[in-house]
């Protein structure tokens, strides 16, 4: 049946991705429990009580209504956000996930400092619109709304990467997304099929209801866990 779905959906499966989840252990436990997982991000919520967030929720509320949600934990409805340029964390202390001219030893809470000073004087590119393009099981692929929207993202990652002090090795192709869950354990394959037709349905509502998800303005955040991501500073 894994033959059948889309390549990016498939590695959500078991036999097609036997491995752990990633950040399983580190960031959330086998209970769906979050782990302090210190750091710093600049990402864009949703705004809050807009069209836009109340099709986002109800695509949420189909997930956790799947038999086998119980396999993916999922955040507070509050954290949700795209992440526009990765900050620092506390379990990725090495280069080029850290600025060169920085001891790797410091501490979180100085790097945010650091980079609340940097990011003072900084001038964004101007809003910009996003737009959903694949829903999958952990939560939705965004991309700029229109060209335009694209090139302004793209001028955004890469005037933040001179005050951050580095360009992740996926800068120039990283893949924007607003994420509902972490996977405990992979899907069973038998499912795929179920899963798939919900996503496509999900899929077309946003088609339908929400071409354009509302965000805010970009703003540098710190975080203690994946349930919460303070805005420290608007940019722009």
């Known amino acids: 049946m894994l033959d059948t779905v889309r390549p990016s959906f498939a590695g ?3 036999g097609s991705n036997p491995t752990p989840p990633p950040h399983l252990g580190t960031r959330y436990d086998t209970s769906g429990n979050f782990l302090t997982e210190p750091g710093n991000t ?7 009580g807009s069209p836009s967030e109340a099709v986002v929720l109800a695509v949420r509320e189909k997930m956790l209504a799947m038999p086998d949600a119980d396999r993916l934990a999922f955040t507070p409805v509050s954290s949700l956000h795209m992440t ?12 080029p996930f850290w600025p060169q001219d920085v001891p790797l030893d410091t501490s979180i809470d100085a790097m945010t400092r ?4 940097r990011l003072k004087t900084f001038e964004g590119f101007g809003p910009f619109n996003i737009k959903v393009v694949e829903v999958v099981p952990t939560g939705l692929t965004v991309a700029g709304a229109t060209d335009e929207d694209v090139r302004i993202m793209r001028q955004w990652r890469d005037a ?6 580095y360009r992740h090795p996926d800068h120039d192709r990283y893949v924007f997304h607003i994420t509902f869950a972490y996977q405990i354990q992979r899907l069973a394959d038998d499912r795929a099929a179920a899963w798939q037709a919900l996503f496509d349905d999900c899929l077309a509502l946003f088609a339908r209801q929400a071409p354009v998800i509302e965000i805010k303005a970009p703003a540098f955040c710190a975080f203690r866990d994946m349930k919460h991501f303070e805005e420290l500073l608007v940019l722009g």
Do not use: T
């Open 12 to 14: 959500f499966f078991a």
């Open 42 to 48: 600049v990402v864009s919520h949703l705004v809050s």
């Open 160 to 165: 933040l990467a001179v005050p951050f002090g």
């Open 114 to 117: 650091l980079y609340l000073e």
């Open 84 to 95: 526009l340029f990765q900050g620092i964390i506390e379990y990725r202390r090495r280069l």
